[in-house]
């Protein structure tokens, strides 16, 4: 299942938000989808689908617990009842409903930024407090969780623990002992956890994902984790995810939380999910080595060619979180690399406190996309 991860493919004036947003002379490299097409298998599924041609209200495809649960066992060792799984149009949508499963009352949701940005507006929609920590960030880049810090963050009406692991935009994959650190933080304080594990599969060599769930029934017992194939197989568009939910209580929280309000996952989305997470990891293998190449190629070039600027470690996800507090940039350095390279990136800023003075970089793209953006930067950096 050979891929040409090298090869350019125009998604300009293809309602594409990643390409169309901005005017056609700028490289874009924010939003988080992949410049890839999707498996071969995906693909063909999705093209037997349109040829049947009839889209009308799906019902959950019959081997599609099954198919989740045996992922779930084989690549973490985290075995699931098949009647903890909620399939759900969106992560977005997924930690959203976990605010407004807990929101009866009042009260606040713990968050550790920069944190991707939506888990940011989360806890206002649904009429709850941000309580917010800053992870650490050590010399080297690396971000690290202060308990300290989480001591100092909660409240006695804190209700939920937001996490994000791997770290959208640090690049974090927890270890063990960190996840157990804060898994024990929020059962001494009664804390649901809900857990964005949307980007498990996208790991650097020498990391491996762990589910917060799977460290002890005590914690499944409090945890909504949210995985989706959208980011691993680049399907985002088709809007399929599913809630792990072992506790029967809390799931029914949840439930009753999008009655109403968000709808089932389509037709597409299923045959997609169940196409990828059958038969799309020959894919995904080829995709994690380029990616890693990717990232060494990346990494190189700040180091050497971006005068001022400095990358964290990514250990997950196709993300790349640049300080640019060194550059002495005129101004915020998300605005600059707009108007000096025509590159478009993340503002670090609209990750919260932390985030100031960074940008978030996609390198899910084609190399040579890759190169031109980051020459474009260097020029930028060198002639201001």
């Known amino acids: 299942m050979s ?21 056609q002379d700028v490289l874009p490299m924010w ?6 097409p999707s498996p071969e298998p995906v693909i063909r599924a999705l093209r037997e689908r349109v040829e049947h041609g009839i889209f009308g209200y ?40 976990a605010c407004h499963a807990v929101a009866d009352g009042g009260g606040g949701v713990l968050l550790q930024t920069p944190i991707y940005y939506p888990m940011l507006d989360a806890p206002g929609y649904a009429g709850l407090r941000n309580d917010e920590m800053e ?30 692991n791997p770290h959208n935009p640090v690049g974090r994959v927890y270890r063990r002992e960190e996840l157990e650190a804060m898994a024990d933080f929020c059962l001494r304080h009664g804390l649901i ?10 790991l650097m060599p020498g990391h491996r994902h762990l589910p917060i769930a799977s460290l002890s029934p005590e914690v499944a017992r409090r945890t909504i984790t949210l995985m989706a194939p959208s980011k691993t197989f680049n399907i985002a568009g088709l809007h399929f995810s599913v809630a792990i939910i072992e506790d029967k209580e809390l799931r029914e929280r949840y439930q009753r939380a999008y009655q109403g309000l ?19 990891d020959p ?8 990616l890693s190449e990717n990232l060494a190629y990346l990494g190189a070039f700040v180091a050497e060619r971006l005068p001022g600027v400095s990358m964290s470690p990514v250990e997950g996800t196709y993300l790349a979180w640049l300080d640019c507090r060194s550059a002495d940039l005129d101004g915020n350095p998300h605005e600059f690399f707009i108007r000096q390279a025509r590159v478009a990136l993340n503002d670090g800023a609209r990750f919260g406190r932390g985030g100031e003075g960074f940008v978030r970089l996609n390198f899910g793209c084609c190399r040579s996309v890759l190169q031109q953006a980051l020459e474009r930067m260097e020029r930028a950096l060198k002639t201001r």
């Open 3 to 23: 891929c040409d991860f090298d090869r350019f493919i125009d998604r300009r004036d293809t309602w594409c938000s990643k390409w169309d947003r901005y005017e």
């Open 31 to 36: 939003v988080a989808d992949m410049d890839f």
């Open 58 to 97: 799906p019902i959950e495809p019959p081997e599609m617990r099954e198919v989740v649960v045996t992922r779930l066992e084989r690549l973490y060792g985290w075995r699931v009842d098949p009647s903890a799984l909620l399939f759900i149009p969106g992560v977005v949508r997924g930690f959203n409903l």
């Open 135 to 164: 992870l650490t960030r050590l010399e080297d880049g690396r971000y690290v969780v202060d308990m300290e810090r989480m001591e100092a963050a909660v409240r006695p009406d804190t209700r939920l623990f937001m996490l994000c």
């Open 193 to 202: 956890i809900c857990s964005d594990e949307i980007h498990c599969e996208l």
């Open 262 to 280: 968000v709808g089932s996952v389509g037709i597409m989305g299923y045959t997609a999910a169940l196409a990828a997470y059958r038969d799309g």
């Open 283 to 290: 894919w995904l293998q080829e995709l994690l080595q380029y």
